[in-house]
T-cell receptor, first 108, second 114 residues
Framework: KNEVEQSPQNLTAQEGEFITINCSYS?????LHWLQQHPGGGIVSLFM???GKKKHGRLIATINIQEKHSSLHITASHPRDSAVYIC??????????FGKGTRLSVIA | KAGVTQTPRYLIKTRGQQVTLSCSPI?????VSWYQQTPGQGLQFLFE???????NKGNFPGRFSGRQFSNSRSEMNVSTLELGDSALYLC?????????????FGPGTRLTVL
């Protein structure tokens, strides 16, 4: 069974700071997803990665398949980035396995 | 394109009752997955349906069941509710391509068991 660990669990940052959230998993995967959950529950998919790096606006996600590790970076953080960020991994048609999430608060 | 919808959004039940939750996926999506989210356990997979067949099942007791209809709409049922079933229940749909496809989540049904 794949174990997914995220760090840190909680993160408070000042507006404008560069933020990094980490995700490690124990078993080889075919894809990793980064999700964002705002207060109230809605979940939005940010990235799907199977290798390398992806960028969308101020968000950058990287994955190192050999090291079983992924990072989500937020540049020039803003209070609207405050949310829970969740990493999820899977293989083929198997169900996603989720990390416990990282709660980010960005203070103006 | 309409997103994933779930009904009802909020539900209050008492122990021993049963509940049925509904999920309508994005048009064209044949895969629907259900998840339970609690503060202590995070997101946990319940089951996945694809073209009316259960493709994967999580580690939940038999009180949790689901089905999918020919139009891809899905329902999940929880019988003999327990206090610990209080949670946010989310469904998500995705297109063909399995794990490589983005999952689109519904807003969730918040179930409170008293």
């Amino acid at each position: 069974k794949n174990e997914v660990e995220q760090s840190p669990q909680n993160l408070t940052a000042q507006e404008g700071e560069f933020i990094t959230i980490n995700c490690s998993y124990s078993v080889g995967i075919s894809a990793l997803h980064w999700l964002q959950q705002h207060p109230g529950g809605g979940i939005v998919s940010l990235f799907m990665l199977s290798s390398g790096k992806k960028k969308h606006g101020r968000l950058i996600a990287t994955i190192n398949i050999q090291e079983k590790h992924s990072s989500l970076h937020i540049t020039a953080s803003h209070p609207r980035d405050s949310a829970v960020y969740i990493c999820a991994v899977g293989w083929g048609n198997t169900p996603l396995v989720f990390g416990k999430g990282t709660r980010l608060s960005v203070i103006a | 394109k309409a997103g994933v919808t779930q009904t009802p959004r909020y539900l209050i039940k008492t122990r021993g009752q049963q509940v049925t939750l509904s999920c309508s996926p994005i048009s064209g999506h044949r895969s629907v997955s259900w998840y339970q989210q609690t503060p202590g356990q995070g997101l946990q997979f319940l089951f996945e349906y694809f073209s009316e067949t259960q493709r994967n099942k999580g580690n939940f007791p038999g009180r949790f069941s689901g089905r999918q209809f020919s139009n891809s709409r899905s329902e999940m049922n929880v019988s003999t509710l327990e206090l610990g079933d209080s949670a946010l229940y989310l469904c998500a749909s995705r297109g063909a391509g399995g794990i490589y496809n983005e999952q689109f989540f519904g807003p969730g049904t918040r179930l409170t068991v008293l």
